[in-house]
């Protein structure tokens, strides 16, 4: 059975909206599927009735920047009440601190010359603040479009832009918004749910001694089948999570389609996930 357990939405950095999103999936034959918005669940109703419009069974799903000890990393949360006031409370300062650590960044590119309302821009994204669509908002900007090229280059990509605007030392640092590891599991304990680690593989977070660590405070899966990983990643998580009795899971990190001519236009064209392949991932999809 095709699974995807990690996607975004309008509602953090992806592209599509939740209903938009659904409609998409149900064509590539996807049967379970999580919506995992950055830092909120404001899309999750919405996509729970266009999956279910599509007889496409959906997961709560949530995505966050987390923390332990002096490792950073993100997380995925599944089937937890998502209308509880304290996770919406814990959710709210988070997108606060990213939002306030955004807009120094976009105040001081106003000082360096580029073009743009920075309060106007920031009132247009009521959850989390994405990097990548204000990078489409500089690049909109005639003006700030010349300039990006005269100073990165006619084939500047989204990665160039980010990491010479949002994390220059001379401009500013981006601060994401983490969240200690410990706050998220006594809420956990109140509003239940799967944690799972997120595509390890992508910052080299697959050591057994981390795992062990993550599995000891009472992290109950790792993320196995991602895009993000390499098929030596994706056979070490596999086996580390089978010693370790962690749940298996797999999903796309879908943000967007491509919007230029290369012929593959998003992950599901090339990468499937199917559940037999996931063990215990049950306890997070049910049974059918």
Request: net charge positive; glycine share 6%; with cysteine.
């Amino acid at each position: 059975m095709l699974i995807d357990l990690q996607m975004h939405s309008t509602y953090s950095d992806g592209y599509l909206t939740p209903t938009e999103l659904a409609e998409k999936i149900v064509g590539y034959g996807i049967k379970i599927a999580a919506l995992t918005d950055h830092n909120t669940v404001g899309g999750l109703d919405e996509f729970r009735r266009a999956c279910a419009a599509r007889k496409i069974k959906s997961v709560a799903g949530l995505e966050l920047y987390v923390k332990l000890d002096q490792v950073r990393f993100n997380l995925l949360w599944y089937n937890f009440d998502d209308k509880d006031p304290d996770l919406h409370k814990m959710l709210r300062l988070s997108q606060l601190r990213r939002k306030a650590s955004v807009r120094k960044i976009l105040k001081k590119l106003v000082v360096c010359g580029f073009r743009m309302d920075a309060e106007a821009t920031l009132d247009r994204y009521n959850h989390y603040i994405p990097i990548n669509h204000l990078v489409d908002d500089m690049v909109a900007d005639r003006a700030n479009r010349v300039r990006i090229v005269k100073e990165l280059g006619d084939h500047f990509r989204e990665e160039d832009v980010i990491r010479a605007y949002f994390y220059n030392k001379e401009i500013g640092q981006l601060r994401e918004s983490y969240l200690n590891i410990h706050q998220v599991l006594a809420l956990r304990k109140k509003i239940g749910g799967q944690l799972v680690l997120n595509h390890p593989g992508k910052y080299n977070q697959l050591s057994r001694a981390f795992l062990e660590k993550l599995k000891k405070i009472g992290i109950d899966g790792v993320e196995v089948l991602s895009p993000h990983h390499s098929i030596g990643a994706v056979m070490y998580a596999q086996f580390i999570a089978d010693k370790l009795k962690f749940i298996m899971t797999g999903g796309t990190d879908f943000h967007r389609f491509e919007e230029n001519s290369v012929f593959l236009q998003n992950p599901w064209e090339y990468f499937q996930i199917d559940s037999k392949y996931l063990k215990r991932v049950e306890e997070i999809i049910g049974r059918g």
